[in-house]
DNA sequence: CCAAAAGTGTTAGTGATACACCCATGT
DNA sequence: ACATGGGTGTATCACTAACACTTTTGG
């Protein structure tokens, strides 16, 4: 480039999302630093010259979470002039869904600690994470609307319970039983696996997707 | 902040549709400068330190259009480290759809010529602009799906042939006449307007967006 | 009276919703 | 036997899609 002219900074926010305890949650951090020091936040960090977005986004969830295999999806670009008190950054959102199974939280150097909260109990947050945090939240509800994308918060084998159970948290209604599973299994995109006895009460069919179903929600 | 960390540049590219001609178009700019010299490419420039990103999308588009009654909706941030041979630039797209009447097309300094392109005869574009066009496409026709956005098309003042016409050529295939009038008229967002006998053959009823649904596009 | 676009209703099919009972298992 | 979640079918309603003729105007 010819010219230098002054430049934003750039960030990357990942709003990470699972579901345990039958509740919604989001990965939150303690800030460490000014400003807005020991508040809480969504986590991120400064793109790198040598990464792309969505590397600089895959970078900080797994230095989060320690989770590799997640959904990650682009949400929006954040440039208010004032976001930041220290000068103007913008930040790419993402929003990410991990599985709850082997999630190891971890604080790193900005940040004191890392804390899943329930969606129904979100602390004051720093910056515009408010803001930020509700458009990741209606982007997800919409995706589920419309995608399989919910099913990358189960693990490889699943029941129709854990899946229903899903959107019944996300959309905080309950959903008919009988239509929930006609619906499903009218899509078609549902392997039937072996059924496994192993807690308790009557043991229930357990499905997986099938291959090039899987293969769509790692594009969606 | 306390360390300067050598940072990306950022620019807005902004993907500008309307309809004439029965067709989808698209504006394209010649660049007049390397890298890419000669070659079309999508309008864009770089985002100042006292705008926002919006605003200088709006910018660009007031730069290269004179128009400012537009829908205008940020898609995607592109920020591959190999996306600009100059050096990493981050570019945050947007699609803006303007109403055919009063453009008045004007190139800039970094730019020879500014030209409507049909969505079926795009030429070869510079940077990763195909993909953001694609892009744009597709988010198009998503969004004229399920909402009301095809309406910031039109006149204030429209029939339903014209507003069938719109989706049509976005389709790209046609729609039936009744179906399509009597689902307009169900969603209960059509003024009726008085009818003016301007042109020739049986004067078609006037309609106008209700005043709560103009909003809600403008929101969109 | 001809050309051109506007206007208008009915039918069939498809997908969504509402709803209640029996089943398999562990204790 | 009972407690717990799993599994299943039918009837109604709403929405979508297919389809053709008459009307109004200008020339």
Tied chains: 1, 2.
Excluded: C
């Excluded at 630093?33 to 986004?57: C, H, Q, T, Y």
């Excluded at 869904?97 to 890392?114: C, F, H, M, N, R």
Aim: charged share 35%; no cysteine; net charge positive.
């Amino acid at each position: 480039m010819e010219k230098e002219f002054e430049k934003p900074s750039v960030t990357v926010d990942i709003v990470i999302f699972t579901v345990f305890e039958k509740e919604l949650k989001v990965l939150l951090v303690k800030r460490n630093i000014e400003p807005f020091k020991g508040m809480w936040a969504i986590p991120g960090g400064f793109v790198r010259m040598n990464e792309s977005l969505e590397d600089a986004a895959k970078r900080e969830l797994s230095e989060e979470t320690g989770v590799k295999d997640v959904y990650l999806e682009q949400l929006y670009t954040f440039g208010d002039i004032k976001r930041d008190p220290r000068g103007r950054v913008i930040t790419v959102s993402y929003y990410a869904l991990v599985k709850p199974e082997g999630i190891k939280l971890s604080a790193s150097t900005d940040v004191s600690e890392a804390k899943w909260f329930s969606i129904s109990k979100i602390p004051k947050l720093a910056f515009d994470h408010k803001k930020i945090l509700e458009y990741a939240l209606k982007r997800l509800k919409w995706k589920f609307e419309y995608s399989l994308t919910a099913f990358s918060l189960l693990p490889e084998k699943f029941t129709l319970g854990q899946i229903q159970n899903i959107y019944e948290i996300v959309f905080e209604k309950k959903f008919d039983k009988r239509n929930f599973a006609k619906k499903l299994k009218s899509l078609n995109i549902l392997k039937t696996e072996t059924i496994e006895k192993n807690v308790s009460f009557r043991p229930p069919q357990t499905y997986s997707l099938k291959k090039d179903i899987k293969e769509v929600i790692e594009i969606l």
